[in-house]
């Protein structure tokens, strides 16, 4: 009997279990973190030692109906000079509506499923609240949304022209002065293209509300922040803000001394740096904060965070900080479109030129010598031979099995030792090694892609990996010495 009642127990007990779900938002007006619970109907605020205290209960009435998924997240969103918080559930788009003024609690849509909008981008324009991009149902959308207060239903916005394939994890801006957005490098994946690997694209778009219409206008070209958004994962963009004025954000390398902050204004597309060479901030990393221990807190351009290790001789166990005055004392390194100088005009021209003026130097004082000119050529097979322990693993695993069917996918993975992550995870680093080894053999083959996915004899839907038959010959070589 004590058994039956202990499985009752086991089974029943954890469906009335909640998970937390809190809303975090800073105060404009007092500089403190709050934070919401939704399953208690309360607030609490960050004290001087870093403790959650009671701030206030929230009322409900009859007609507030929570929908909660388990594993929530939450974005946040304040009226400029309001006493609303506007809560919004991601994946779902329900809203939550806050008011400081009364401390009520209320649900704002009639949503009843779950959507394609996590991390999309959400703004006022005037008194409507719009929704843009975001991915669900296994991919990214670049979809225009509002919230239509009659219906209590979300709207699409109809558009044309040339759109961004996919919103996701980018940055996005409203201009209410414009009535435009603008957006750039955003990420886009779909499960049915290119094995949903998730595309950068470094493109710069901008909608317009009056024409509903799309257009781009450029790429980015700047030398030193196209690389650095290249190498920034999706994951660390979630750290990413947008002041109002300016995006931030800093290197994904920049973990402790001295810090280094971008910032971009969209509306004019200036870059300018930062650097904290009198380590005021070196206890700040933006990418730090993480959804179970929050030590930092934005709104607009004030941010506040959470010293982990206070020093013991002041009292302050914060930091508070303005980045647009930030931003006042940044220096200015150029424009987002800005080529690098190895692809501007006047070094193409001044290329042109040496060009020219050499070759009538030689025409002049050289005869065509035709045993000179074989020396010139580049002998591809002398370049260094520098390949990583892996890539040479798996070169010679795709060598061994070259004249049966190739390697498969299963022993690829196995060499790259991600047989244990996610599908999507093992596509996305198993496209990404194939192709930084072919990156680092071009020189030596001359051919762009040393290694190819080919179709399986035996079952055409099944990929395997073998190497380029021309450049075989040279690469057995190469491994057999």
């Known amino acids: ?38 399953v208690k109907n309360e607030i609490a605020r960050l004290d001087s030692n870093s403790n959650w205290a009671f701030f206030n209960s929230l009322k409900t009435d009859s007609t507030y109906h929570p929908d909660f ?41 009639e949503t009843y499923y779950r959507g394609d909008n996590c991390f999309a981008y959400r703004f006022f324009r005037g ?15 670049n979809h225009l949304i509002y919230f239509d207060t009659k219906t209590k239903e979300w709207e699409s ?52 509300f009056f024409t509903k219409t799309w257009t781009k206008l450029g790429k980015i070209t700047h030398p030193v922040i196209r690389q650095i958004l290249e190498d920034y994962s999706y994951h660390d963009r979630r750290h990413l803000f947008y002041t109002g004025k300016y995006f931030v954000f800093e290197t994904s390398s920049n973990r402790n001394g001295i810090h280094t902050y971008y910032f971009i204004n969209p509306r004019t597309l200036e870059v300018l740096e930062y650097k904290d ?90 005869k065509p010598n035709s045993s000179h000119k074989e020396a010139l050529k580049p002998h591809i097979q002398e370049v260094k031979w ?42 996305y680093r198993r496209s990404s090694m194939i192709n930084q080894v072919n990156q680092t053999l071009a020189l030596l083959t001359g051919e762009k892609n040393s290694i190819i996915r080919v179709n399986s004899e035996e079952d055409r839907r099944q990929k395997r990996y073998k190497i380029n038959p021309n450049c075989l010959t040279l690469l057995q070589s190469k491994l057999n010495n």
């Open 69 to 109: 998924m388990k594993t929530a997240e939450f974005t946040v969103l304040q009226n400029t000079n309001s006493n609303i918080i506007y809560i919004f559930q991601e994946c779902t788009n329900q809203i939550y509506v806050v008011d400081l003024t009364n401390f009520k609690l209320m649900r704002k849509d």
């Open 386 to 427: 520098d390949i990583d322990p892996t890539s040479l693993r798996l070169l010679q695993a795709i060598l061994t099995n070259q004249n049966t069917d190739g390697a498969t996918i299963d022993e690829v993975n196995r060499i790259l030792d991600i047989e244990n992550v996610a599908f999507d995870s093992q596509r």
């Open 277 to 366: 060479l009198e380590l005021k901030y070196a206890r700040i990393a933006l990418g730090a904060s993480q959804p179970q221990n929050l030590s930092i807190f934005i709104h607009g351009p004030w941010l506040l965070n959470v010293l982990q290790n206070p020093n013991p001789e002041s009292p302050d166990s914060f930091l508070y900080i303005n980045f647009d005055d930030l931003a006042a004392n940044a220096t200015f390194i150029g424009f987002l479109t800005d080529l690098p100088w190895y692809q501007s005009d006047w070094f193409f021209a001044s290329v042109l030129i040496t060009l020219v003026s050499l070759l009538i130097l030689l025409m002049r004082k050289i």
């Open 1 to 38: 009997m004590k058994l039956f009642w202990f499985i009752l127990f086991f089974f029943l007990v954890p469906g009335f279990i909640k998970a937390n779900q809190f809303a975090y938002f800073l105060s404009s007006k007092d500089h403190h973190a709050y934070r919401i619970d939704l």
């Open 157 to 208: 916005v109809n558009a044309e022209g040339q759109a961004p394939s996919g919103m996701y994890h980018g940055f996005v801006s409203y201009f209410p002065e414009k009535d435009v957005i603008i957006s750039f490098s955003n990420y886009s994946t779909d499960v049915s293209t290119n094995y949903g690997i998730l595309q950068l694209d470094q493109t710069i778009y901008q909608f317009s």
């Open 127 to 141: 008194d409507k609240m719009y929704s843009l991009g975001g991915y669900g149902f296994w991919r990214t959308n």
